[in-house]
């Protein structure tokens, strides 16, 4: 499977399988350190995600959108996205390939 | 009723809402106040009736709606002024309106010649003169499309607005946004609309804390309590609003369409479907239904007579259902209400003491007249209870998921079968009840039933099966969580109990004393503490729970059957309907819904069984002969039979007894005093009440005296249980 998620320049995050309340504050670690560049997040590992690491993903896309900098999920599960979809914000995986996405263009 | 009749039959009274908000907007633009507010009201209005007509196949209503709605809408989008000779047509539409509306309810006959004068008016307002081919293509809307959110009327839900915002501690909990609005999801469709305005900055985000909130537009059929028990185990940990939708359009759209009173005129998005809201109707037409109640019952005997058509009713097209069928009432006024309702009838009592004491005679019009404010004080007693009886559904519902629960906690497949739920009690009993059946229930799932392994073993389904019912019999409710499990363990329960010393080592005890030794303070057969019903919390504090509230609670179990919880409950906490009796020198009172016919006994028919036990033959039978007085411990020796009178009476299981007493005073309605919260529980005696010369008199607790006087060994655990708790 080629790494969609690849853009020239960027920072690539993967994140981890579950995003729950204990894995809120490395994330934030993880992403402040990231903060300047462009950023990819694959998130096409995670099977868990709970509010607070959706307060830091979307703190973090505030963020990199005041700075005017590309922030982006590029590549979702299908928990993740339906997490996301069930929080009332679907346009964090609007961009973002799912495990649907991927079986046409292997074909 | 059925069920189809009961839609029409609320149609119409949602009608006749919608036909008085019509007229109230149109009364206000005619007097100057045309704001969008009104003409949309006026407009909703019309709309609504016109969708429900159009659910009914209503032909003739639908087009006349339709044409009266197409001219509202012009003035809706403004391309049509209220001028004082619009608003009057106006006017002159909505009387139309209402004749069609009575006409289809009763079947009168409408003026065919008007109603076109009128639609003509009415096209005649509009610049494109009112388009009937779109009145079609309109009337198949409503007639194959899902009834749209707007039709159904206003007072109706149409769902529920959900605002929720976590704080900190929930997810420190380990509970879930996700998880709750997901189980949100189940009860209908949601939006879900994020609120991240509290977001800070990356920087200064602290990850443990919380700061997103969600609006969760919930539309479809369920009800408060559902969509407050998702959030039941977070209570104190996020705050919470709940907020009905009330049915009117756009009330499905996005929240950002809330605040904007557009309507959509024939496809609204988020269709409500007829199904769901048949069982809304449903729902909502339940508690007329007249409930099945033992005459002499105070409270809810009035509710069937509330549900009656009263007699005005169906003298033809002259009729009317009141607007505005509900309105909510704060409980607290309810209650005041009552109390003083209480006041007045021990008030009414003394009055007619009085009296009776001076002398009047009982054909003077001072006695005759409190003859008659006695049958009033009645009626008003009953109308007040009558209020607070509601069905004990709302109690039953919360149960499903309880059972889920604790299935999935267990491991045992579980299925809950519920009968009664329409029956009705008072409000206060049905609060009160939710904790002992939570713990019922949960015992019966954790300890009742047996693995699926062993049920299998022994030839039983997998699942098992709890049943909880509810049902009024002699004057009171009755309510059963039965299980059909491996019965109680009556050697270890026997064995525990003599570990706790709770009972001696080696006590002969009667399979029926062994089982109530669950109930014993300080009893619990879970070795170790489980999560489920092993929260310190006993069979004893559901006891006292259901005795606080002057009932009774009995077990009955059979060894690879299942048991029984059987609760006995009173229907009100307020009124009682009594025999006045006197026991050397008492006064008491039998609860009148108990006695089935007194007697003078004679001398050849009562029978000494040694000691002070007797038996009276009554036609063709034996039954046992209590003396009160001797049971209640006013005096040693028992009362000659033939100098007293017999209660014969019939208990809880149907069982019948004899009560001696000394002489019967009258029947009169007391007002129920409870002698738990003033005193403390006695056995034998279920509460008190107030006399009408100001004496407190007893109301005596048939089952435990017929109980008691049974075997003096339970006799003694009542009176140790009543010692300990």
Redesign the interface.
């Known amino acids: 499977m080629t790494d969609l998620s690849q853009t020239p320049g960027a920072t690539s995050l993967i994140l981890a399988e579950s995003l729950?309340?204990t894995a809120?504050?490395p994330?934030?670690a993880q992403?402040?350190a990231a903060?300047g560049s462009a950023l990819s997040l694959d998130a096409s590992a995670v099977r868990r995600?709970?509010?607070?690491c959706?307060?830091?993903l979307?703190?973090?896309r505030?963020?990199w959108t005041a700075d005017g900098g590309d922030w982006r999920i590029a590549t979702a599960s299908e928990e993740f996205a339906d997490?996301v979809r069930?929080?009332?914000?679907p346009d964090l995986v609007a961009d973002a390939l799912t495990p649907s996405d991927f079986a046409p263009l292997q074909d | 009723m059925d069920p189809l009749a009961a839609i029409r039959e609320t149609f119409f009274q949602e009608c006749e809402e919608q036909l008085a908000e019509l007229e109230s907007g149109l009364l206000a633009m005619e007097a100057g106040d045309a704001d969008s507010e009104t003409i949309n009201a006026v407009f909703r209005a019309v709309h609504s009736i016109k969708g429900g007509a159009g659910a009914f196949s209503l032909e003739a209503l639908v087009r006349f709606a339709h044409v009266f709605e197409t001219s509202l809408d012009e003035m809706r989008s403004g391309r049509l002024a209220s001028s004082d000779g619009v608003v009057k047509t106006l006017l002159r539409a909505a009387d139309v309106l209402a004749d069609h509306v009575r006409a289809a309810h009763d079947g009168s006959s409408i003026d065919e010649a008007h109603t076109a004068e009128l639609a003509e008016e009415l096209k005649a307002l509009g610049p494109e003169g009112g388009d009937t081919s779109e009145s079609e293509e309109d009337w198949g809307d409503f007639s194959f499309q899902p009834l749209s959110a707007a039709a159904p009327a206003a007072p109706a839900t149409a769902g529920w607005r959900v605002r929720f915002k976590?704080r900190a501690d929930l997810?420190?909990k380990?509970n879930?946004?996700?998880l709750l609005?997901?189980e949100l999801?189940r009860l209908g469709e949601t939006e879900?609309?994020?609120d991240?305005s509290g977001?800070?900055?990356?920087?200064d985000?602290d990850?443990?804390?919380?700061?997103?909130a969600?609006t969760v537009t919930l539309t479809g059929d369920a009800d408060e309590t559902a969509v407050r028990e998702v959030f039941e185990f977070v209570d104190g940990d996020c705050e919470l609003e709940v907020e009905p939708i009330v049915a009117d359009g756009g009330s499905a759209g996005a929240p950002a369409d809330l605040g904007e009173p557009e309507i959509p005129t024939t496809e609204p998005d988020g269709n409500l479907d007829i199904g769901v809201l048949l069982a809304r109707v449903q729902a909502a037409a339940a508690p007329q239904a007249p409930p099945e109640v033992p005459s002499g019952a105070p409270a809810p005997a009035a509710a069937a007579t509330l549900a009656e058509p009263s007699p005005q009713d169906g003298q033809g097209p002259s009729r009317k259902p009141e607007a505005g069928a509900t309105i909510r009432v704060d409980l607290e006024r309810v209650d005041r209400l009552i109390d003083l309702v209480g006041e007045l009838v021990i008030n009414q009592a003394m009055l007619s003491q009085r009296v009776m004491e001076a002398g009047f005679a009982r054909a003077s019009g001072v006695a005759m007249g409190l003859d008659e404010l006695e049958q009033l004080t009645r009626e008003i007693q009953d109308s007040v209870m009558a209020i607070r009886a509601q069905p004990v559904k709302s109690v039953f519902q919360r149960m499903p998921r309880l059972v889920r629960e604790v299935a999935a906690m267990t491991g045992k497949p579980v299925r809950l079968v519920t009968e009664g739920e329409g029956t009705e009690v008072d409000k206060t009993v049905i609060e009160r009840l939710a904790d002992p059946l939570t713990h019922m229930i949960r015992n019966a799932i954790d300890h009742g039933l047996e693995s699926p392994e062993k049920r299998e073993a022994a030839g039983k389904p997998a699942e098992g099966v709890v049943r909880l019912t509810a049902a009024h019999r002699s004057g009171r409710i009755v309510i059963e969580v039965a299980d059909d499990g491996g019965g109680i363990n009556r050697e270890r329960v026997k064995s525990i109990a003599a570990e706790r010393g709770l009972i001696a080592a080696d006590a002969a005890l009667s399979d029926e004393e062994i089982d109530n030794l669950i109930f014993m303070p300080g009893f619990s057969t879970a070795s170790t503490v489980s999560d489920i019903s092993g929260r310190g919390v006993g069979m004893d504090v559901v006891k006292r729970s259901i005795q606080a509230l002057g009932g009774r609670i009995a077990i009955a179990s059979r060894p690879g059957k299942g048991s029984t919880f059987t609760m006995s409950l009173p229907l009100t906490l307020a009124v009682l309907d009594g025999m006045v009796v006197s026991v050397q020198g008492q006064t008491l009172v039998a609860p009148i819904t108990a006695i089935v016919e007194t007697l003078l006994p004679k001398a050849g028919d009562v029978h000494s069984l040694g000691g002070h036990a007797r038996v009276i033959a009554i036609r063709d039978s034996y039954t046992p002969l209590i003396d009160v007085g001797m049971a209640l411990g006013y005096r040693t020796t028992p009362l000659d039979a033939t100098q007293g009178v017999a209660l014969l009476i019939e208990g809880e299981g149907g069982a019948r007894a004899a009560l001696l007493v000394d002489a019967i005073q009258g029947q009169r309605q007391v007002v129920i005093k409870s002698l738990e919260a003033n005193y403390r529980q006695v056995p034998g005696v279920a509460a008190a009440t107030i006399l009408g010369d100001g004496r407190v008199a007893l109301i005596l607790d048939i089952d435990t005296i017929v109980a008691v006087s049974r075997g003096a060994d339970s006799l003694r655990a009542e009176k140790r249980l009543a010692a300990t708790g």
Do not use: N, T
Not at chain 2, 199 to 203: C, I, R
């Open positions: 729950d309340m809120a504050s994330l934030k992403l402040l903060r995600l709970g509010g607070q959706l307060q830091v979307l703190a973090a505030a963020a997490a069930l929080m009332g914000c | 976590p997810y420190a380990a879930e946004a996700a609005l997901r999801g879900v609309a994020l991240d977001l800070p900055d990356l920087a985000l990850p443990e804390a919380a700061y997103l969600w």
